[in-house]
């Protein structure tokens, strides 16, 4: 049973360094667009702004 547990654990670190790469993936795309506001469009620039802001709660 122990060893299944250290399974599970080392499954879920990997999962959480994943979502930790796709969440600092999005959060540098994010500050792209925000950054270059004439290329995209308010809704562009709104929906990054949240996500930003969520990403950024996320990791606080």
Known sequence: MEELYKHFD???????????????????ACELILENPNRYSDRTLAFA???????TQLLN
Do not use: G, H, M, V
């Open 10 to 28: 080392e499954e879920f670190n990997k999962l959480d360094d994943r979502f930790a790469q796709i969440n600092f993936e999005t959060l540098k």
């Open 49 to 55: 702004s949240e996500t930003k802001s969520q990403i």
